[in-house]
């Protein structure tokens, strides 16, 4: 009889025992957000602009062209996560 008494209790105590486990409270809460990759983007003279003269039509014509220029980005950052705060559920 006492065997049976004992494990009993032992079967209530661990029934019972991961409600007690662990009873913190919430102090904040934070979301897992993607920041983006920031570059610097710089530009060189690839070609002046210049005027030419060209026929067209039976005319000359002064023609205008814009200068050309080539962008490089580099990477300044890259992607990464961040947490902010967020109100808690």
């Excluded at 039976?58 to 205008?64: A, H, I, L, T």
């Amino acid at each position: 009889m006492k065997t049976i008494m004992i494990g009993a209790i032992v079967a209530m105590a661990a029934a019972a025992s991961p409600a007690l486990a662990w009873e913190g409270q919430k102090v904040a809460c934070y979301d897992k957000v993607w920041v983006e990759t920031t570059y610097t983007v710089t530009k060189e003279l690839e070609y002046p602009s210049k005027k030419k003269w060209e026929h067209h039509d039976g005319q000359m014509v002064k023609m205008y062209y814009p200068p050309i220029y080539m962008e490089n980005r580099h990477v300044d950052t890259p992607g990464h996560y961040v947490l902010r705060k967020a109100p808690c559920n």
